[in-house]
């Protein structure tokens, strides 16, 4: 079985910063991209940023240069620091991986999400 666990969400003034993180955890051969998605109340599942691997990160218009993913393939773990944060980005992030569990299973696996408010 695979686990992602999430933390650093909060609540936090426009403008301040925040930091995610998950560990991926569990049965795990390999980790090919991993990355942030978020949902807004009333509104679908959106995506934040994703990281490939090697390194190689995409972006959501709404992001750049505000918001910086990174990972620790040591640690199997995903970062989203969050920076100059707006009322807008208030919703629920959750942490996503493709995981390889053996040599040829490939799944999509989600973390429970954590909550970041932006509010004054």
């Known amino acids: 079985q695979v686990q992602l666990v999430e933390s650093g969400g909060g609540l936090v003034q426009p403008g301040g910063s925040l930091r995610l993180s998950c560990a991926a955890s569990?049965?795990?051969?390999?980790?090919?991209?991993m990355g942030w998605y978020r949902q807004a109340p009333g509104k679908q599942r959106e995506l934040v940023a994703t990281?490939?691997?090697?390194?190689?990160?995409d972006y959501a218009d709404f992001v750049k240069g505000r918001f910086t993913i990174s990972r620790d393939n040591a640690k199997n773990t995903v970062y989203l620091q969050m920076n100059s944060l707006k009322p807008e980005d208030t919703a629920v992030y959750y942490c996503?991986?493709?995981?390889?569990?053996?040599?040829?299973?490939?799944?999509?696996?989600w973390g429970q999400g954590t909550q970041v408010i932006v509010s004054s």
């Open positions: 996503y991986a493709r995981i390889k569990t053996t040599i040829v299973r490939l799944n999509d696996y």
């Open positions: 569990g049965s795990i051969f390999s980790i090919n991209k």
């Open positions: 990281i490939a691997s090697g390194g190689v990160t």
